[in-house]
């Protein structure tokens, strides 16, 4: 079993949906998590962490549920710019640093 | 506005070749990091480096070896290149939470 597991995708989605990334972590200990963003053929770029409380940037809200060790992802109102592919990624800091990305899920989101 | 650069966008060598990767980064963080990232596999993590002439293993080091003299500047080395180590190489840097990557360099190992 991978230690992060995503839908690869690709999801397909008109503009103005809403989507929702899910990313399983296996190792409980596991204390930061993030979603980053890659752009085709560029490198990866932080798009938020995410906290226990949940938390919201504009359009993208971020969710953990540690008891199920379970991230998710929600993208409301979809623009064509946010085709891209996201990619989960969980930390820990016990026994040495350790940063494990999940494959990613490919969006592409169309006119 | 942190910078992280990488010596070549694209490389091609052919097997049994040495081959030096570069990245430097300018923002004096502790933390280096060299990725491979292969479709459906996402981004593994090769060697790390958390100061000057220290070095970690990552999850697949086989194969390679690294070199950190500066805190700048850490290097990647395929001692001799082999064609299942074709694929895009990615370093990053960080000095605490979020890491920056380079734009990588996509190997070509014929």
């Known amino acids: 079993r991978k230690e992060v597991e995503q839908d690869p995708g690709p999801f397909n989605v008109p503009e103005g949906a809403t989507v929702a990334f899910n990313c399983t972590y296996s190792?409980?200990?596991?204390?930061?998590f993030f979603w980053y963003r890659q752009d085709c053929r560029k490198e990866p770029k932080l798009l938020m962490s995410?906290?226990?409380s949940g938390n919201e940037d504009g359009r993208f809200t971020a969710q953990l549920n540690r008891a199920s060790q379970y991230i998710s992802l929600l993208i409301r109102d979809s623009k064509l710019s946010d085709s891209a592919t996201y990619l989960c990624?969980?930390?820990?800091?016990?026994?040495?640093?350790?940063?494990?990305f999940g494959a990613g899920t490919r969006l592409f989101v169309k006119a | 506005d942190v910078k992280v650069t990488q010596s070549s966008r694209y490389l091609v060598k052919r097997t049994g070749e040495k081959v030096f990767l570069e990245c430097v980064q300018d923002?004096?963080?502790?933390?280096m990091f060299w990725y491979r990232q292969d479709p459906g596999l996402g981004l593994r993590l090769i060697y790390f480096?958390?100061?000057?002439?220290?070095?970690e293993k990552g999850d697949i080091p086989e194969g390679y070896s690294v070199s950190r003299e500066k805190k700048e500047r850490f290097s990647l080395i395929l001692e001799s290149a082999s064609t299942n180590q074709t694929s895009m190489y990615l370093c990053?840097?960080?000095?605490?939470?979020?890491?920056?990557f380079g734009p990588g360099t996509r190997l070509t190992v014929t």
């Open positions: 990053a840097s960080t000095a605490a939470r979020e890491q920056y």
């Open positions: 190792n409980s200990a596991s204390q930061s």
């Open positions: 995410v906290y226990s």
């Open positions: 990624v969980v930390s820990t800091n016990t026994g040495g640093f350790k940063t494990i």
């Open positions: 923002m004096d963080h502790e933390n």
């Open positions: 480096s958390y100061d000057v002439k220290m070095k």
